[in-house]
């Protein structure tokens, strides 16, 4: 599991304004914590948007029309990860890098 790969992640079950069910993650940690961990840092796709809000959406377009959700970032258990859907753009992680970045305070 790489950064900028997207997978099939199934959330549920959810809690309050959690993001739930199954939907499309991009893996944002970087390639050496996932290989030594159990779980990867994503943060969620949604189809559902179709309008942007920089820092809390920023569209993807490489695994089909979408927008990352910045503020749902989470760690995810590798089990739960499961058909890889394809891989973002560099330009893509680039924007969903500088979005994470200041949603962070970083």
Not at 35 to 64: Q, Y
Not at 82 to 100: N, P, T, W, Y
Request: proline fraction near 5%; charged fraction near 25%; glycine fraction near 6%.
């Amino acid at each position: 599991m790489k950064r900028g790969e997207v997978y099939w992640v199934n959330f549920d079950p959810q809690v309050g304004g959690e993001i739930k069910k199954l939907r499309p993650v991009v893996v944002v940690g970087h390639d050496v914590i996932n290989d030594h961990r159990r779980t990867v840092v994503v943060v969620p796709l949604s189809s559902a948007h179709t309008k942007t809000h920089w820092p809390v959406m920023v569209a993807t377009h490489s695994t089909g029309p979408a927008c990352a959700i910045i503020d749902q970032i989470k760690a995810c258990d590798k089990s739960r990860l499961q058909k890889k859907l394809g891989e973002l753009s560099a330009m893509e992680m680039q924007e969903i890098s500088e979005a994470l970045r200041y949603t962070l305070g970083l």
